[in-house]
């Protein structure tokens, strides 16, 4: 099981930023694809961005478009999740998941049913 942590997350105002961050302690994250999905109080966890092995391909569901960017730090070993212009319907706890082989990145932030999923860090966007 790849393990990943996901750190970040906070109270935030509308309009705030935040920036999120995926990590793994015990292997490296260059070979694997990495995706952002959320999962928001009685709705279906939804992918939100992923990123490919380079950093140089990125995909974003509609709704993050242009507040969102997904970034990945080798040297840290770390994929970032900057969320700017932060909305209520932001709110959820957010999950980063890890693909070794995907087809297309919007394919990987489809794939919502996984095996196993790390805690999460609970996004609250509120006034």
């Known amino acids: 099981q790849l393990q990943l942590v996901e750190s970040g997350g906070g109270l935030v105002q509308p309009g705030g930023s935040l920036r999120l961050s995926c990590a793994a302690s015990e292997f490296t994250l260059d070979y694997y694809a990495i995706g952002w999905f959320r999962q928001a109080p009685g709705k279906e966890r939804e992918g939100v961005s992923c990123?490919?092995?380079?950093?140089?391909?990125?995909y974003y569901t509609d709704s993050v478009k242009g507040r969102f960017t997904i970034s990945r730090d080798k040297a840290k070993n770390a994929v970032y999740l900057q969320m700017n212009s932060l909305k209520p319907e932001d709110t959820g706890v957010y999950y980063c998941a890890a693909d070794g082989i995907v087809t297309t990145l919007q394919a990987m932030c489809g794939m919502t049913s996984r095996n196993f999923w790390g805690r999460g860090t609970q996004v609250t966007v509120s006034a």
């Open positions: 990123i490919d092995t380079s950093g140089s391909s990125t």
